[in-house]
Every structure is written in structure tokens, then in C-alpha cells.
């Protein structure tokens, strides 16, 4: 029986501590190609009804963001927030703004019409589930885990917004 091997790299980082006790720096762990299907697979992500349409206005709101000159963000909440009828644009383009400025990391949207999705993306389509579905509190973790402390009332704001106006 002919057994193949993947060699998987493994570095050790502050939250590997029980392998810098029992291993070198850099462990190299041989396993069983046999065990691949255990392992998740990386696969696309898919799209409900209308998500596509829904991510490319998103990847719109998200370049003209970037050209739109930078708002207070919190006076512009204040404002919207005494408006009814406020458009999905006005919302979409100030969340993006508010990534910009205030999240944890820069964050990447393709080109409007690409077949793709990144990972921020889907973790805006994602964020967006989760209102849809009325789970408030996965929606604020999601929220959370992306924008700094001192902005996520706001964003907060904007991503209920953003949900509702759509």
C-alpha cells in the first residue's frame, strides 16, 4: 500500500502555545493525503437571489467613497438619523467611509462586475444576512470584529441603515 504525505508548515505564533512547548519553532507536520476530505475545503462563496446585483452597487457605494470628499461622519449620522427617507446611496456611501476611517484593517472589494468575491465582501454580504435574518447579536459581533471601538455605535447606525433602505 503506497501511502502520500502533505507536508504542512506550521509557525508558531502567540497563540500556539502548546506547540512551543513540545516543538521546535517551526514544527513540519507530515499527514496522510488520505486525510484531505477531513481537512475543510475551500470552496466559492454562494450567492442567494439578487446578492450579485446587491454586490456591485455595494462595490459602486465602496469606489465612490474613496473619491467622495471625507465627512464628519458622526454630524452626518446626527443628520440622517432625523430624515425618513433617506436613499440606500447616502447610506452605502457613508459606511464605506466609515471602513475607511475607522476599521481594523484596510479592506478590499473587487472591481464592480468581477464573479468573484472577496473576503470582505462576503463579510459584508454576511453582516447583511444577519439583519435580514433579525440576528442582532452575530450581526454586532460581525460588526465589532471589523470597525474600532470608538466608531461602532455609528456603524452600527449606518449598517442597520444600509439593511433597511435597500
Not at 505564533?13 to 513540519?28: C, D, E
Not at 471625507?70 to 456611501?93: M, N, P, Q, W, Y
Request: charged share 25%; with cysteine; glycine share 6%.
Amino acid at each position: 500500500m503506497d501511502i502520500r504525505y502533505n507536508i504542512v508548515s506550521r509557525k508558531v505564533t502567540a497563540m500556539g502555545h502548546a506547540l512551543k512547548r513540545h516543538h521546535a519553532p517551526s514544527a513540519t507536520v507530515l499527514r496522510p493525503s488520505c486525510f484531505r476530505h477531513v481537512l475543510p475545503q475551500r470552496r466559492g462563496f454562494d450567492f442567494r437571489d439578487g446578492e450579485i446585483v446587491l454586490l456591485n452597487r455595494l462595490r459602486w457605494f465602496a469606489v465612490r467613497s474613496r473619491l467622495s470628499a471625507h465627512e464628519d461622519i458622526e454630524k452626518a449620522c446626527f443628520l440622517l438619523s432625523g430624515k425618513r427617507d433617506v436613499s440606500f446611496e447616502r447610506f452605502g456611501l457613508l459606511f464605506f467611509l466609515g471602513l475607511d476611517r475607522h476599521g481594523r484593517h484596510d479592506v478590499s472589494f473587487h472591481k464592480p462586475g468581477a464573479k468573484s468575491a472577496s473576503k470582505d465582501e462576503v463579510w459584508l454580504l454576511n453582516l447583511l444576512r444577519a439583519l435580514d435574518d433579525d440576528d442582532a447579536s452575530l450581526a454586532s459581533r460581525m460588526l465589532n470584529w471589523h470597525v474600532q471601538p470608538s466608531a461602532r455605535r455609528w456603524m452600527w447606525f449606518l449598517a442597520n441603515g444600509l439593511h433597511s433602505s435597500r
